[in-house]
């Protein structure tokens, strides 16, 4: 099982950005057959060190994210998300 975790930190981080970003995430459940599991949420802490939104993605392997990445369900969201996010930090790892 591949794992992969993107950190948003947003231009803004509004409540609106914020909401329509999960949405957009989980819009591409059930609709991207190498997508096993969509997680998403806004930070609710607010430390300085904290990023705005988390993404946590799980595929069957590294082949199955290179074909989410490329996706067309997958691109508009991924279009949205470059307009309003200011920098992003990932990690993918796999666990048996």
Known sequence: MLTHVVLYKLKENTAEIR?????????????IPALLSVKAGSDILGAERSFDIALVCQ?????KL?????HPV???VKQY??????????VDFVTE
Do not use: C, W
């Not at 595929?59 to 082949?63: P, S």
């Not at 290179?66 to 490329?70: A, M, N, P």
């Open 81 to 90: 998300v470059a307009s309003v996010v200011e920098r992003s930090h990932s």
């Open 59 to 63: 595929f069957a392997n590294i082949d």
């Open 19 to 31: 909401k329509k970003m999960t949405e957009n995430f989980y819009s591409m459940q059930g609709k």
């Open 66 to 70: 290179k074909e989410y990445q490329t």
């Open 74 to 76: 997958h691109l508009p």
